[in-house]
Every structure is written in structure tokens, then in C-alpha cells.
């Protein structure tokens, strides 16, 4: 009997690629990540909870979470207009404004900010018209907002548009041959079907929010305990070289991706299950 | 080159694609492995091509262990069911492709190459072709390309999955007759998979039928088709009738008749499904001296070669019978009208429920 | 498709219009009226002006040390990419869908942590700082460090799309090079990578994209020296910082043109990876439980 090899692979280099694989994600994404806990462990659970809620840090959460919110709900709306307009109707320039919804994820996030602070400044094209009706845009929470909008803009249009194009017109008709009007049929039949893509366009926006910084540090002003966000709170930590400070407050924040991130894919999981049932 | 496999074994989870087969096809052969979908046939033939690992059991290749060696080590042509031609690649490419990654002491040519796939391509009738990717190729012409790239490295042994079988009825019946003809020309050992009994039957010196992971029957397409070994075989070689009723003394009681028994047939059983294919039935306007039951016509098919038509016994079983157009004719059959029926002078076949297993007979 | 829609199934053209016009005018307030913004900016004290700021020469090389580490980041990435997918896509083993949403770990990490993280580990108190200390090794505040960082944040990138465009091309393709008799790397090099090569191309396409415009993540291990550690986004926030609008808004306006450019590669290179994904000829294989 010669030695077996009982679950030889028939296509070669399982162990090269697998090898390599493994290698490579804990050396530069794995390892380093976990120093985050490791460096966290060295505080101690007492020390580690007063360094993460100061003040100024639950200030900062607070704004970020705010704006990240009001940035991703925005982008919900807007984005499923913007699905429903792209994929429902043929008019002049779709085919380019298709092309441009991916902008934001093209454009290093400091180029947005810094266009975003001229638009929106009180001496830019916008801004300056909202200083005459009393608003401040720039250096204010809403300049936050807006920075989160623009870098979120793609999110809610790229998941919600493949499903309104696999949408087959039989169902409209089916449910407009039943007698309910348009309106009815968006409500009833429609928006039921898009849900799950849009709350997963959604989570994805305020995820994305969660963690900007590039956009929001030239708009923001950021002013301490006011329109500072919590990426930046973790750079002046860092600056100060304190950086207890800055890993315990990335943990809170780590912690708070993770959670959308599950969300997410329980979301997705969701609607592929449903996807399958139809 | 022979090939043998013994004690093959191979499960996915829950479900047994190989129970425990073994099989030997000898040099030269041309043997199809037949049976339904998911019998383990397309298992069993990328075991033999070393596409897949048995869980256990050996392959021997003219009687050499051939189990752990590397699938390109092994020298068998495989011809895949939805053909895996390369792409991105010209039909000449994809035939030379076995020819140019050889190393370089071994490798031909660029001129005896280059002969050799053309001679190839003239072989399966795509001379002209050479210049085109695969995707400007009908389903029929695919497939003789993948059947020249795998025949271009010169196999010892030529494993076909479901050759046929994404094709369109008419470029089947084709394909086949012709790939009887190549494999007269070439006698290369080739093995092939289909779930269609009528391929297996044209085209195969010996039959493999495959049932659940196990093999049911081996032998050539007569001996399968006129000596079935189980009910299994039997109706998956041909349409059939079932009749159900109860077996004592060599006669089966069907209802208030008995007809007589083959010889080998089991000798008592209370409960009996007895198989009869409906051409081996025939029709008759009044009683002939032979055994028979009677039966009322209930729907007549003229369309086909042959007369369909449907009865019901008189102990109340629907059943079908097949009858040339002449005798059709002669019968002067109608819808409503009573026959009688009798078996011809070949088998049927016989399976008791409680205990005594399976048998067959020939003749009344 | 919409074209035929019958009347039942859209909208009167006023509530068309209406609906188009408000998506309009969101996309005018958030992307085009900021973009337009860039270039007037740029361009408002005249085009020698414009000009001028790019012979800056912190500016040359920002722009040169933003293109080596591109070049560096990138190309592992695409290495890793495909190594990743070949496990993945053709073999079975346990742990395989963890493995997946391990690679994904980096886009669901803030920029900035993603430059932390690199701190505590090579910073002067962070875990190997002291080793590198006493051999005079920099790798924070510089260019190692840069690189690191921004290989983090393109991570999956290339991985990602090759392992879906390689799960749907199935492995028959080298089964039946394997079974001609080709080795290996021959069965990749002739076989897979020709079928992959647009996927490749856009996957690393995004990788490119933002490795150039990555700010956060190495502005926490740059360092900002000029001249030596500055990329162009940094480059850029320093300009701003000076009030030197014009020569930020001139250098944020070439990769503006860059990133349309990217845009426009994309959508070309993303139609081709898609035909490379229909042309599959093959529905899966019979008995596959």
C-alpha cells in the first residue's frame, strides 16, 4: 500500500495561496488591529471607561453619531429619488449623472472637504446666501452634516438601483389591473420590495460616516465639545501624543462599526433569502 | 489501457454518490455509464479521470495504481458536459493548448503542432473553423472542439461527462453515430456518461447502469435490455407497465385472470408488481387460443412509427400497448371497443414484495 | 425597458419632471456646485497663477511620493487579491466564510484608526518601538509607515472582486488545462488569468482610486514633513492651512480631472468584467449535492 494522500486537491497551490493568504491579512490587517484591545487591556477596565467618557469625548460621540444619522437619512431619501429617477425614466444626461453618483468615492475626501468649506463658507456661492437668511453652514454642526451627506451620496443609490431594475413590470400592472392607483402601488407594492436594500443603502451611508474624517476637518471648525467629531478627537489625542486616550475612544468607535457591520449583513442575509423565496 | 476500479466509496455529507463499485473496462471498450441524475455516474467517471478523490478504494490503470496520481500525470482526455473550452482562445489555441505547455524537451514543433491540429480539426469537421473563439460556435461544433483539444495529447483513456447532453435532439443523434465511427477509427478505451438509455444503447459495446451510488447491471446493450437483472433496469431501459397482483404455482392472478410465468420467476408471493413494456403486448379482436385478458380502449396516439394505445384491464388497471400501424389498421380499432389482450413470446418480468427478492423469466 | 412602459405603469410627466428636477437639485447642492467650486477657486486669479502652483516643487514631490506609494501598495494588494480568491474560489475548508468577512475588516474601519493602529505598533511607545529605536528604523513618519497604512485601507479591494467573478466562473476551465497536462503556474498564467483580467483591472482600479486620495489614515503616520513625508491630499490641507487657496484648489483640481478620468476607466472596465462574467457558457454540474 502506498501512502494516501485522502483529500488531495485536484487543482494545485491550496497551500501557497491559502499560505500566503493567512499571512499577509494577519500581518497587515489582524495583528495590528488587535493591539487596539491589547493596548486597551493595559488600562484596565476603570481607567479604560473614564479615558473613553470624558466629557468631551461622549461630546464628540454624540455629534458624530448626530450627524451621521441626520447625513444617512438624508442620503435615504435623496438616494431612492435618485434610484427611482435613474432607473425609471429616460431623460437627457442620465447616463452621465449615473456615471457621476460614484464621484464622491473617487474624490479624496480632502478635495470634498475643502470644495464642500468653499460652497458653504459665508463668503461661498451658497453659503454666503444662507448667512443673509441667519444661518451658518460651515463651522457649524451642519457643515458636519453636509460633509457626511456628500461622502454617503453613492451608498443608498447603488444598492436600491440593481433591485428597481430587476423589478419585473408584471408585478405594477398585476397590482394596477387590481384597481389601486399609483401612489398605492409605490406604497403597497413597491417600497415593501426596495426595504431591505434601502435600510442596507442606509447603514452602509452611516457607517461610512461614522469613521470620516478627510470631508469634515476643514468644514467642521472643529471646535471642542461642539463640532468636533470623534476622528478628530482621536487625531488631537494623538497629536498630544496621549495614546491611551485616542486607542480608548477608537475602540468605542470600532465597537460601534462592528455593530452596523452585523447589521448589515443580517439585512443583506435578509434580502437574499427573500430574493431566493420569490 | 484498461481501466479498474475496486471498492470506490464516496459520500458528499448526507448523500452517497459512490456506495462501493467496482468496475473493469477493457482496452479499447467504448462503455457508457447510464442511469437517472444523481446516480453518481458524473462521480464515478471524475474519480476515474482524477478530477475527484474516493473517499476510499483504488483506480488502476492497465492494472497500475493509478488512485493518488496528479490529475495531469494521468494522460486521459476529459471532455467536459458544458465543454470548458478556454475562452479566450481560438479554436486551433484551445486544440494546441495540451501540445504547447508540454515541457520543452517533449514539445513538438511549432510546424508538427501545427500539423497535428489541423489533421485534428479535419477529424471532427472544423478544418475551416481554426480562427474562431468559442463563443462564435454552435453547441455541436463546441463540442468536437473539445473533443480534438482532448484527443490532440494523444490519451491513453478518454472520459466523456454527458457529451450530448446541452444539445439539440437532432445534433445529438448525429453526434453520436459519429462518435461511434471515431471511436471504431481511434479504439481509444473510452468511457462516457448519460442519463439518456437510448445514447447508451446506440453508441456503447457495454452498458454500465447506475442506481443510488451503486451499479445495478453491466453488460452489453442487448444482454441489459433482454435479460434485466432488477426492476430498476428494467424500467429505466424503456417504457413499461405495472401491474399489480399476486404470484402462486408459475401464475400470476391479475384480477379474476391468471396468465402463466417464466420458469425462474418467484414461485409464491402474495403481492407481485408484474413489468411489461407495451410493445411486448398486442391486441387481438377475439380470443386466439392464447392466454390473454380482456381490455377496453380508452385513447389511440397514431402519431410516431408506431400506434399508441391506452386500455383499461378489466380488473380496473390503466395500461398502455404499442402496435405497428398495419395491425392498427387490421384491428380497426376505436375508442370504447373491447380487445384482447396477450403477451408476445418474449420477457417480462416479475418483482415479489415480502421477501424473495427480484427475478426474471423469458417466455409464456 | 421603461420605454415600453405602459401608462398604468408610470408616472403623469409633471410628477416625472418633478421628481428628476428634485434629484437634480440635490446632486447640484452636494456634487456639482463643490466641483464647480474647485475650479473656480483655482482658477480665480488667472491661469499664470494656476499654473504656477504646480512648480512648487514640495508640490513635484508630493505628487512623486504619492505615485511611489501607489506603486507600492497597490501591486501587493493585487498579489494578495489574487492569491485570496484562488484559495477561496477553488477549494473547499472550514472557516472559509469567516475568512471572507475577515478580508472586508478593513473598509469597516475608520481612517483614522487605521493610521492608529500602525502607531501602536511601530511608534516610539507602541509595541516594537523600542526595538526599532535602538537599530535607527523609521517606519512611522515615514515612508514605510505611509505605505503600510495605505495597503490597510485598499485592502480588499482587489480581493473582493476577484473572489465573486471567480465563485461564478467555476473551475472547470482548469480542470480541463490540468487534465491537457499543463503544470500550475501554466494553468494560471494561460488559463485563469486571461478569463480574470478585467475584474483584476477594475478591482485594482478602485485600489488606485484611493491609494492617491487616502488622507486620514496617513495623516496620522505621515508626519507632514514636507518634502519628505507630505502626499498630495496633505500637501493640499497644508496650502489650505496657509491660505494658499489657490494653489490648493489648483492641485485639488487635477484630481478632480483625475478622479472623472477614474470614473470613466471604471464604467469602460466594469462593462468588460461584466461580459467576462455572462460568457460563462455553463449552468453548475449535474450530481453536486
Known amino acids: 500500500m502506498t501512502t494516501r494522500r485522502r483529500n488531495a486537491r485536484v487543482l494545485p497551490g491550496f497551500g501557497l495561496s491559502l499560505g500566503f493568504t493567512l499571512t499577509y491579512?494577519?500581518?497587515?490587517?489582524?495583528?495590528?488591529?488587535?493591539?487596539?484591545?491589547?493596548?486597551?487591556?493595559?488600562?484596565?477596565?476603570?481607567?479604560?471607561?473614564?479615558?473613553?467618557?470624558?466629557?468631551?469625548?461622549?461630546?464628540?460621540?454624540?455629534?458624530?453619531?448626530?450627524?451621521?444619522?441626520?447625513?444617512?437619512?438624508?442620503?435615504?431619501?435623496?438616494?431612492?429619488?435618485?434610484?427611482?429617477?435613474?432607473?425609471?425614466?429616460?431623460?437627457?444626461?442620465?447616463?452621465?449623472?449615473?456615471?457621476?453618483?460614484?464621484?464622491?468615492?473617487?474624490?479624496?475626501?480632502?478635495?470634498?472637504?475643502?470644495?464642500?468649506?468653499?460652497?458653504?463658507?459665508?463668503?461661498?456661492?451658497?453659503?454666503?446666501?444662507?448667512?443673509?437668511?441667519?444661518?451658518?453652514?460651515?463651522?457649524?454642526?451642519?457643515?458636519?452634516?453636509?460633509?457626511?451627506?456628500?461622502?454617503?451620496l453613492p451608498f443608498v443609490v447603488r444598492t436600491?438601483?440593481?433591485?428597481?431594475?430587476?423589478?419585473?413590470?408584471?408585478?405594477?400592472?398585476?397590482?394596477?389591473?387590481?384597481?389601486?392607483?399609483?401612489?398605492?402601488?409605490?406604497?403597497?407594492?413597491?417600497?415593501?420590495?426596495i426595504l431591505p436594500a434601502t435600510l442596507t443603502g442606509f447603514a452602509l451611508a452611516f457607517a461610512r460616516a461614522l469613521g470620516e474624517y478627510g470631508s469634515v476637518v476643514f468644514i467642521s471648525g472643529n471646535m471642542p465639545m461642539k463640532t468636533e467629531i470623534a476622528s478628530l478627537l482621536i487625531m488631537t489625542k494623538l497629536e498630544q501624543y496621549d495614546y491611551p486616550g485616542a486607542t480608548a475612544i477608537a475602540v468605542m468607535m470600532l465597537g460601534a462599526s462592528f455593530v452596523l457591520l452585523l447589521i448589515i449583513n443580517l439585512l443583506q442575509w435578509h434580502a437574499q433569502r427573500h430574493r431566493v423565496s420569490r | 489501457m484498461s481501466i479498474e476500479v475496486r471498492n470506490l466509496k464516496k459520500r458528499?455529507?448526507?448523500?452517497?454518490?459512490?456506495?462501493?463499485?467496482?468496475?473493469?473496462?477493457?482496452?479499447?471498450?467504448?462503455?457508457?455509464?447510464?442511469?437517472?441524475?444523481?446516480?453518481?455516474?458524473?462521480?464515478?467517471?471524475?474519480?476515474i479521470g482524477g478530477l475527484d478523490h474516493a473517499d476510499s478504494g483504488e483506480v488502476f490503470f492497465h492494472g497500475q495504481e493509478t488512485t493518488d496520481r496528479a490529475l495531469r500525470e494521468r494522460e486521459v482526455g476529459f471532455v467536459f458536459q458544458h465543454y470548458a473550452l478556454f475562452r479566450h482562445m481560438t479554436v486551433f489555441e484551445n486544440v494546441a493548448f495540451g501540445l504547447r505547455v508540454r515541457?520543452?524537451?517533449?514539445?513538438?514543433?511549432?510546424?508538427?503542432?501545427?500539423?497535428?491540429?489541423?489533421?485534428?480539426?479535419?477529424?471532427?469537421?472544423?478544418?475551416?473553423?481554426?480562427?474562431?473563439?468559442?463563443?462564435?460556435?454552435?453547441?455541436?461544433?463546441?463540442?468536437?472542439?473539445?473533443?480534438?483539444?482532448?484527443?490532440?495529447?494523444?490519451?491513453?483513456?478518454?472520459?466523456?461527462?454527458?457529451?450530448?447532453?446541452?444539445?439539440?435532439?437532432?445534433?445529438?443523434?448525429?453526434?453520436?453515430?459519429?462518435?461511434?465511427?471515431?471511436?471504431?477509427?481511434?479504439?481509444?478505451?473510452?468511457?462516457?456518461?448519460?442519463?439518456?438509455?437510448?445514447?447508451?444503447?446506440?453508441?456503447?459495446?457495454?452498458?454500465?447502469?447506475?442506481?443510488?451510488?451503486?451499479?445495478?447491471?453491466?453488460?452489453?446493450?442487448?444482454?441489459?435490455?433482454?435479460?434485466?437483472?432488477?426492476?430498476?433496469?428494467?424500467?429505466?431501459?424503456?417504457?413499461?407497465?405495472?401491474?399489480?397482483?399476486?404470484?402462486?404455482?408459475?401464475?400470476?392472478?391479475?384480477?379474476?385472470?391468471?396468465?402463466?410465468?417464466?420458469?425462474?420467476?418467484?414461485?409464491?408471493?402474495?403481492?407481485?408488481?408484474?413489468y411489461v413494456r407495451p410493445h411486448l403486448l398486442d391486441l387481438a379482436d377475439q380470443p386466439n387460443g392464447l392466454d390473454h385478458f380482456r381490455a377496453k380502449v380508452e385513447h389511440i396516439h397514431p402519431t410516431g412509427s408506431t400506434v399508441k394505445v391506452e386500455l383499461t384491464a378489466e380488473w380496473g388497471e390503466p395500461f398502455q400497448v404499442e402496435i405497428s400501424h398495419e395491425r392498427y389498421r387490421a384491428l380497426a380499432l376505436r375508442r370504447g371497443m373491447e380487445t384482447f389482450v396477450t403477451l408476445r413470446n418474449e420477457s417480462l418480468f416479475v418483482e415479489t414484495t415480502p421477501g424473495d427478492g427480484m427475478m426474471f423469466g423469458e417466455g409464456i | 425597458m421603461s420605454g415600453a412602459r405602459s401608462r398604468e405603469t408610470t408616472e403623469p410627466a409633471w410628477v416625472r419632471r418633478l421628481l428628476i428636477g428634485g434629484a437634480l437639485a440635490y446632486l447640484a447642492l452636494f456634487l456639482f456646485v463643490p466641483i464647480?467650486?474647485?475650479?473656480?477657486?483655482?482658477?480665480?486669479?488667472?491661469?499664470?497663477?494656476?499654473l504656477a502652483a504646480f512648480r512648487d516643487p514640495y508640490t513635484l514631490k508630493a505628487f512623486l511620493l504619492t505615485i511611489l506609494v501607489t506603486v507600492?501598495?497597490?501591486?501587493?494588494?493585487?498579489?494578495?487579491?489574487?492569491?485570496?480568491?484562488?484559495?477561496?474560489?477553488?477549494?473547499?475548508?472550514?472557516?472559509?466564510?469567516?475568512?471572507?468577512?475577515?478580508?472586508?475588516?478593513?473598509?469597516?474601519?475608520?481612517?483614522?484608526?487605521?493610521?492608529?493602529?500602525?502607531?501602536?505598533?511601530?511608534?516610539?511607545?507602541?509595541?516594537?518601538?523600542?526595538?526599532?529605536?535602538?537599530?535607527?528604523?523609521?517606519?512611522?513618519?515615514?515612508?514605510?509607515?505611509?505605505?503600510?497604512?495605505?495597503?490597510?485601507?485598499?485592502?480588499?479591494?482587489?480581493?473582493?472582486?476577484?473572489?465573486?467573478?471567480?465563485?461564478?466562473?467555476?473551475?472547470?476551465?482548469?480542470?480541463?488545462?490540468?487534465?491537457?497536462?499543463?503544470?500550475?503556474?501554466?494553468?494560471?498564467?494561460?488559463?485563469?488569468?486571461?478569463?480574470?483580467?478585467?475584474?483584476?483591472?477594475?478591482?485594482?482600479?478602485?485600489?488606485?482610486?484611493?491609494?492617491?486620495?487616502?488622507?486620514?489614515?496617513?495623516?496620522?503616520?505621515?508626519?507632514?514633513?514636507r518634502g519628505k513625508t507630505n502626499t498630495v491630499p496633505l500637501h493640499i490641507e497644508i496650502l489650505y492651512n496657509e491660505y494658499n487657496f489657490v494653489g490648493a484648489f489648483a492641485i485639488a483640481s487635477l484630481l478632480v480631472l483625475t478622479a472623472l478620468l477614474t470614473l470613466g476607466v471604471k464604467t469602460v472596465v466594469q462593462r468588460r468584467a461584466r461580459a467576462e462574467q455572462d460568457r460563462l457558457g455553463s449552468a453548475a454540474p449535474e450530481q453536486t449535492p
Request: charged share 15%; glycine share 10%.
Open chain 3, 72 to 225: 507600492l501598495a497597490v501591486p501587493l494588494n493585487v498579489l494578495f487579491g489574487i492569491a485570496a480568491a484562488w484559495a477561496i474560489t477553488k477549494f473547499r475548508f472550514r472557516g472559509k466564510n469567516l475568512l471572507i468577512t475577515l478580508i472586508d475588516l478593513p473598509f469597516s474601519v475608520s481612517p483614522v484608526i487605521s493610521g492608529l493602529i500602525f502607531v501602536l505598533l511601530f511608534g516610539n511607545q507602541g509595541l516594537l518601538g523600542p526595538w526599532l529605536q535602538e537599530r535607527e528604523i523609521r517606519i512611522i513618519f515615514a515612508l514605510p509607515g505611509i505605505v503600510l497604512a495605505t495597503i490597510f485601507v485598499t485592502f480588499p479591494f482587489v480581493a473582493r472582486e476577484l473572489i465573486a467573478l471567480m465563485q461564478t466562473q467555476g473551475s472547470e476551465e482548469e480542470e480541463a488545462a490540468l487534465s491537457l497536462g499543463a503544470n500550475g503556474w501554466q494553468t494560471f498564467w494561460r488559463v485563469t488569468l486571461p478569463n480574470i483580467r478585467w475584474g483584476l483591472l477594475y478591482g485594482a482600479i478602485l485600489a488606485t482610486s484611493r491609494a492617491i486620495g487616502e488622507f486620514g489614515a496617513v495623516s496620522v503616520v505621515s508626519g507632514h514633513i
Open chain 2, 103 to 274: 515541457p520543452k524537451t517533449t514539445r513538438p514543433t511549432e510546424a508538427s503542432i501545427k500539423d497535428r491540429v489541423m489533421r485534428l480539426l479535419d477529424l471532427v469537421h472544423l478544418g475551416g473553423l481554426s480562427t474562431r473563439f468559442p463563443s462564435q460556435l454552435s453547441g455541436g461544433q463546441r463540442q468536437r472542439v473539445a473533443l480534438a483539444r482532448a484527443l490532440a495529447v494523444e490519451p491513453k483513456v478518454l472520459l466523456l461527462d454527458e457529451p450530448f447532453g446541452s444539445l439539440d435532439a437532432k445534433v445529438r443523434q448525429e453526434l453520436r453515430r459519429w462518435l461511434r465511427r471515431l471511436h471504431d477509427e481511434l479504439h481509444t478505451t473510452s468511457v462516457f456518461v448519460t442519463h439518456d438509455q437510448e445514447e447508451a444503447m446506440e453508441v456503447a459495446d457495454r452498458v454500465v447502469i447506475m442506481n443510488k451510488g451503486e451499479i445495478e447491471q453491466i453488460g452489453t446493450p442487448e444482454e441489459v435490455y433482454f435479460g434485466p437483472k432488477s426492476a430498476f433496469v428494467y424500467n429505466f431501459l424503456g417504457n413499461v407497465n405495472l401491474f399489480q397482483g399476486r404470484v402462486e404455482g408459475g401464475r400470476a392472478y391479475l384480477g379474476s385472470v391468471s396468465l402463466p410465468l417464466p420458469d425462474a420467476s418467484p414461485a409464491k408471493g402474495d403481492s407481485a408488481t408484474i
Open chain 1, 25 to 152: 491579512l494577519g500581518l497587515i490587517v489582524l495583528f495590528p488591529l488587535s493591539l487596539l484591545f491589547w493596548k486597551s487591556a493595559t488600562l484596565g477596565w476603570g481607567e479604560f471607561w473614564a479615558v473613553a467618557t470624558t466629557p468631551r469625548a461622549l461630546a464628540a460621540y454624540r455629534i458624530t453619531l448626530g450627524a451621521s444619522f441626520i447625513a444617512a437619512s438624508i442620503n435615504m431619501g435623496f438616494g431612492l429619488l435618485l434610484a427611482w429617477v435613474l432607473t425609471r425614466y429616460r431623460w437627457k444626461g442620465r447616463q452621465f449623472v449615473d456615471a457621476l453618483v460614484d464621484l464622491p468615492f473617487a474624490l479624496p475626501t480632502a478635495v470634498s472637504g475643502i470644495a464642500l468649506t468653499a460652497v458653504y463658507s459665508k463668503h461661498g456661492v451658497i453659503g454666503s446666501k444662507l448667512e443673509a437668511l441667519g444661518i451658518q453652514a460651515a463651522f457649524s454642526p451642519i457643515g458636519i452634516v453636509l460633509a457626511l451627506t456628500f461622502i454617503g
Open chain 2, 12 to 47: 458528499f455529507g448526507d448523500y452517497v454518490a459512490l456506495g462501493d463499485v467496482n468496475l473493469r473496462v477493457e482496452t479499447g471498450e467504448l462503455v457508457a455509464l447510464l442511469g437517472p441524475s444523481g446516480a453518481g455516474k458524473t462521480t464515478l467517471l471524475r474519480v
Open chain 3, 36 to 50: 464647480g467650486a474647485v475650479f473656480a477657486e483655482a482658477l480665480k486669479k488667472g491661469i499664470p497663477a494656476y
Open chain 1, 160 to 193: 436600491v438601483q440593481p433591485v428597481l431594475e430587476d423589478l419585473e413590470p408584471e408585478v405594477e400592472e398585476a397590482a394596477a389591473s387590481l384597481g389601486a392607483s399609483r401612489w398605492q402601488v409605490f406604497h403597497r407594492v413597491l417600497l415593501p420590495m
